[in-house]
C-alpha cells in the first residue's frame, strides 16, 4: 500500500492585481488599512482597560489600608459581648506561622481570659463571615490584634453571616 502525503502548511496566497492602479489594487490596500486601524484601536482599549484596572486595585488599596489603621487602632480594652475582634494563633512547630481570624467575644472570663467564637471567611475579599462550629476558644488579651466595627448580619439560606463594611485582613488556615 503506498499513501501519499499531503502537505498540511500551505501558505495562505493573496491575490495581487497585476496594475498599481486597478480597483482590486486599490481596494486591497483598503482592506489593509482598515485591518492595520482595526488592530491598533485593539490594542489602544486592552491598553487602556489595564490601567483602569490597575488604578480601581491602587485606590481599593488606599481604601484598605485606611480601613485597616482605623479598625487596629480602636483600643481592645473595652471588650463587652457580642464585639468582633480579630485574633492571633501561633503555631509552634518549626514554621512559626501566625494566623489571623475573625472573633466574636462570647463572655470575658477573667481580667486576661476571653472567651471567644471564631469566625471564617467565605468570599474572596474578607467581607463575610460565618462562624466555624464548635470552634469556642479562651484567649488571653495579648492575642487580640484589634477590634472590628458591628458587622451586618444577613441570613443566607439556613446560615447568618456577618458582612464587614469593608476588607478584613486575615490568614485562615485551609
Known sequence: MASTAVSKSKRKREYTPSVITSDRWVQFHELKEADKLKKYEERENRRKAIQDRKR??????GEQSETNQSWSSISHHNLKPNDYIIVKFETS???KLIYKYVASVL???DVNDIEIQCFESIDKENTEFVPIDNDVSMIGIESIVGKLPIPELKLSGRQLKSVFPGVV???EKF
Open 56 to 61: 480601581v486595585a491602587e485606590e481599593k488599596k
Open 93 to 95: 512547630n518549626k514554621g
Open 107 to 109: 463572655k470575658i472570663a
Open 169 to 171: 485582613d486575615v490568614f
